[in-house]
C-alpha cells in the first residue's frame, strides 16, 4: 500500500485473505480518480477440461469434484446433470430429491463458512473467527454447530462432507434409509434453529450504503420449488433460457492481470450470479420459514446490496435447512438407488445452483462415451468483472479514508461474493515451461 | 506437565496452499468441535483461509496442501521449507501431484495446442510435482482429501514430538474391520482396495462401492495381481489403465500399473 504527495494512491492487497484460493487486489488511484482496478487471480491454473479428455463418462462427477473443496457437491451435480443429458437419460424422482437433500447439505456447510467464519468478522472488525471467537464465543459456536449440521448431512448421504463418494452418474450408489434420516433430524431441527437465529444476528449489521442498480442478475428458476439442484436460466432483465442455450448467452474472455477468464452475457456485459440473483429472482419460490425470515430481516423482495449479501446467505440457510427437513419427513424407502447410462455420442449441458451462484458443465462424447470435450464456467468467473466494477464504485466516493481502513473495506467488498478462487482458475491453458 | 513454572510458548502453526482445491485445508476448518481448542493449545500464525492477521515465521509447525506446478511456487516452496521447523504435507496433490499430475503423462505438444486466447499470460510448469520432489518432508499425510481424524492426530504427534500413529496398511483392512462383507467378491464390484493406502475408514466399499484409490498406493502393494482380477470382472485395458491415473496418478505404484494397461489397450481415434 504506497500514498504518493501527488494525489495518486495505490491500494494493493497481495493475499486476499479469508476467500478460497489465492488472489490479489490492486486499485490505482490517479489525480483523485480510479483509474484501475484488478483482482488479481494467480491461484495456480489447474486444465481440468484438458485432462478430462479422453475419460471415461462416468468419470467427471469425481473428476471435476476436485475443482473445489468447498463445493465438490455441486460440481458432482452439474457433471451428473450433462452426462445425463448426453445420454438421453432422465433420473428417478428419489434420485433428484437426495441429490437436492445431498446439496442442502453443501449450502449449509458453505454458506456457514462464509457467513461466521469469512464474512462475519469484516463486520465485527476481527482478523478472523478465532480472534471474534475470544469475545463471541455463543455467536462462534452457534456458527460451528451449524456448519457441523451441513457437514453430517454431506457425510451421511454423500459419504463424506469432502468429495463425496456416494454420487454416480445416474443416481446414487447407495440410497440413504429412513432410519439413518430420522437419526440426522434432530441435528437439522436444531440447525433450523440457528440458521433463524443467525438471519436475526446478520441483520443487525451495519451495511454501507451501497446500491448496483445496474448490474444484470442470473439465476436459475424452477416450476415450484427455490432453485437448487436443477431450474431454467432467468435474468432480472427479462431473459430466459436452457442449460443448452448457456454457450450462446454468455462469452468469456482472457484478461491479462488473472488467470481466471471473465464471462459476459450478450448484450448486457458483466452480470452478476450467486446468492443476490437467486433470491432476487426466486423470493416467490422461497419456502415458508424462509420468507418469514427474509421479511423479518426487512429484506424485500429484491436485493440490491452486495453488502447485504449477508443477510441473503442466512436466508438461504434458513432455506436449505427447511429443504431438507422436508425432504428427510416425506422420505420413504424402496427407491433404486441409480439408472443405467449407457455411452451414446452426443453433447450434454447441466446447470446448477452452487452456493456461490450457477455453475455450468458441457460435455461431448463420443459413441463408446469418451469424452472429447468439455466445458466448465464455475460461478466466480462469472463474478469477476461485477466484483471488479463494484469496487470501482465502491472506493470512488470514499477516498478521504485512512488507506488501513479503504483497503479493510475493500477486501470485505470482495468478500461479499465470498469468491472462490480455486474454482475460477481451473480451466485455463498454458504455456509451458519445461523443469 | 514439565516447565509449570513458566508460561510456555504456544507452539505456531502455519498452513500454505500450493495448486489445490482448498478441500484439505478445508479439512482443518471442519474440526468444528476440535477448532477452538486447538486453537488455544496452539497460534495459528499463518492460514490465509481463516485470518487476515500475520504473525512472523519461523513456524513450529507447517501444513503444506497442494503440489508445485509454476515457476514462483517452485521458489516459495523454499520459502517456506526455510520458514518451518516440521513440514507436513496434507493431502494427495502436496504428497503425489494430485490430480493435475495427469499433464504429467500428456503428450505436451497436444496439451499445448488446445490454447486459450492468450496463453501468454499464463506461467505454469509442464509437471505437476508432489512438496516432497523440492524440498525435505517431515511427513506425508495421504487422501484427496484428507481425514479430519488423521489430521488431528498429525497435528497432537508433532506438538508432543512422536511419530503419528497412522499405519501403511490397505483398505481392506479397515474394510474388514468395519464389518463389511467384500464388495469384489460377494457383487463382483472392482475395488483398489487391497492395493490403497488406508485412512479413509473403508468409505466406498461402506456405500457399496468398489475403492477408487484416493489415498493413493498402501507401504506394499501387488497391482499386477489386482489389476489381473480387474481385468476378470470385465474391466477394458483402458478403464484400468484409467482407474490407476487419477489422484494419485504420479505415484511410482499406480503410474507404473496404469502405464501398462495403457499401452496394451487398443489404440483409439482421437484418444489422449
Known amino acids: ?435 | 506437565m514439565t516447565d509449570v513454572e513458566e508460561p510456555r510458548r504456544r507452539p505456531t502453526l502455519a498452513v500454505w496452499k500450493f495448486a489445490s482445491c482448498d478441500g484439505c485445508q478445508l479439512t482443518l476448518l471442519n474440526c468444528e468441535d476440535e477448532l477452538l481448542g486447538l486453537a488455544g493449545a496452539v497460534e495459528i500464525a499463518y492460514f490465509p483461509e481463516a485470518t487476515r492477521a500475520v504473525v512472523e515465521g519461523p513456524y513450529d509447525l507447517s501444513l503444506v496442501e497442494g503440489s508445485v506446478t509454476t515457476p514462483g511456487d517452485r521458489e516459495r516452496i523454499q520459502e517456506v521449507r526455510a520458514a518451518s521447523r516440521r513440514l507436513v504435507t496434507i493431502g494427495a496433490c502436496a504428497t503425489a501431484g494430485g490430480i493435475q499430475a495427469l499433464r504429467n503423462f500428456a503428450d505436451v505438444e497436444e496439451f499445448t495446442a488446445a490454447v486459450y486466447a492468450h496463453p501468454e499470460y499464463i506461467a505454469t510448469l509442464d509437471r505437476s510435482t508432489p512438496i516432497s520432489a523440492h524440498v525435505r518432508v517431515d511427513y506425508e499425510l495421504r487422501g484427496c482429501p484428507i481425514d479430519r481424524v488423521q489430521l488431528l492426530e498429525v497435528i497432537a504427534a508433532f506438538l508432543h514430538r512422536r511419530k503419528p500413529r497412522i499405519s501403511g496398511e490397505s483398505v481392506c483392512m479397515e474394510c474388514k474391520r468395519r464389518g463389511n462383507v467384500c464388495v469384489t467378491v460377494a457383487h463382483g464390484t472392482p475395488c483398489l482396495g487391497p492395493v490403497t493406502h488406508a485412512g479413509c475408514g473403508a468409505l466406498c466399499p461402506s456405500y457399496d462401492r468398489g475403492c477408487y484409490g484416493c489415498f493413493g498406493p498402501a507401504e506394499t502393494t501387488n497391482t499386477v495381481s489386482l489389476a489381473r482380477r480387474l481385468r476378470e470382472l470385465d474391466m477394458s485395458e483402458r478403464d484400468v489403465a484409467r482407474v490407476f491415473a487419477t489422484f494419485n496418478a504420479a505415484t511410482p505404484a499406480f503410474a507404473a500399473e496404469s502405464a501398462r494397461h495403457e499401452a496394451a489397450a487398443p489404440a483409439a481415434g482421437g484418444d489422449r
Open chain 1, 1 to 435: 500500500m504506497t500514498h504518493a504527495d501527488d494525489g495518486s494512491r495505490e491500494i494493493t492487497v497481495e493475499t486476499l485473505a479469508r476467500v478460497e484460493g489465492e488472489g490479489a487486489m490492486r486499485i490505482l488511484v490517479e489525480d483523485g480518480k480510479v483509474a484501475d482496478v484488478q483482482l488479481r487471480i494467480y491461484e495456480p491454473p489447474r486444465f481440468f477440461e484438458a485432462l478430462l479428455r479422453g475419460r471415461g463418462h462416468t468419470e467427471p462427477p469425481d473428476i471435476t469434484s476436485r475443482i473445489c473443496g468447498i463445493c465438490p457437491v455441486a460440481y458432482e451435480m452439474s457433471a451428473c446433470l450433462a452426462i445425463e443429458d448426453a445420454c438421453g437419460v432422465t433420473v428417478p424422482e428419489e434420485v433428484r430429491l437426495l441429490r437436492r437433500l445431498l446439496y442442502c447439505g453443501e449450502w449449509i456447510e458453505s454458506h456457514t463458512l462464509h457467513v461466521y467464519l469469512l464474512h462475519l468478522p469484516d463486520f465485527l472488525g476481527y482478523p478472523g473467527v478465532v480472534e471474534m471467537s475470544a469475545d463471541h464465543r455463543e455467536l462462534v459456536e452457534r456458527g460451528l454447530r451449524l456448519k457441523h449440521a451441513g457437514n453430517a448431512l454431506m457425510a451421511l448421504v454423500g459419504g463424506r462432507a469432502v468429495h463425496p463418494v456416494n454420487v454416480r452418474v445416474g443416481g446414487f450408489y447407495r440410497l440413504t434409509t429412513a432410519a439413518e434420516l430420522a437419526q440426522l433430524r434432530p441435528l437439522l431441527v436444531r440447525a433450523l434453529d440457528d440458521a433463524l437465529a443467525t438471519v436475526t444476528t446478520v441483520a443487525g449489521l451495519e451495511f454501507a450504503d451501497f446500491e448496483q442498480d445496474a448490474y444484470e442478475y442470473v439465476a436459475l428458476r424452477t416450476g415450484t420449488d427455490y432453485p437448487i439442484e436443477a431450474g431454467s436460466f432467468v435474468t432480472s432483465g427479462g431473459g430466459a433460457f436452457p442449460a443448452r442455450d448457456f454457450d450462446a448467452w454468455v462469452t468469456e474472455h482472457h484478461v491479462a492481470h488473472s488467470n481466471a477468464l471473465h464471462a459476459s452475457l450478450r448484450d448486457v456485459g458483466p452480470y452478476v450470479v450467486g446468492p443476490l440473483a437467486r433470491y432476487s429472482l426466486n423470493h416467490d419460490r422461497l419456502p415458508p420459514t424462509a420468507r418469514q425470515a427474509a421479511d423479518a430481516a426487512g429484506l424485500g423482495p429484491v436485493c440490491r446490496n452486495p453488502f447485504r449479501s449477508i443477510v441473503v446467505r442466512a436466508v438461504e440457510l434458513v432455506t436449505a435447512c427447511e429443504e431438507a427437513l422436508r425432504i428427510i419427513d416425506g422420505w420413504s424407502d424402496g427407491g433404486v438407488p441409480s439408472v443405467p447410462v449407457p455411452a451414446r455420442a452426443g453433447v450434454g449441458y447441466g446447470a446448477t445452483e452452487a452456493p456461490r451462484g450457477v455453475l455450468y458443465h458441457r460435455y461431448e462424447l463420443a459413441e463408446d462415451g469418451r469424452v472429447l470435450d468439455a466445458r466448465i464456467v464455475p460461478p466466480t468467473s462469472q463474478n469477476l468483472a461485477s466484483i471488479e466494477l463494484d469496487l470501482r464504485a465502491f472506493v470512488q466516493p470514499r477516498l478521504d479514508l485512512d488507506l488501513d481502513e479503504l483497503t479493510r473495506r475493500c477486501e470485505q467488498a470482495v468478500r461479499n461474493y465470498d469468491p472462490c478462487i480455486s474454482c475460477a482458475t481451473h480451466f485455463l491453458d498454458l504455456t509451458v515451461e519445461h523443469v
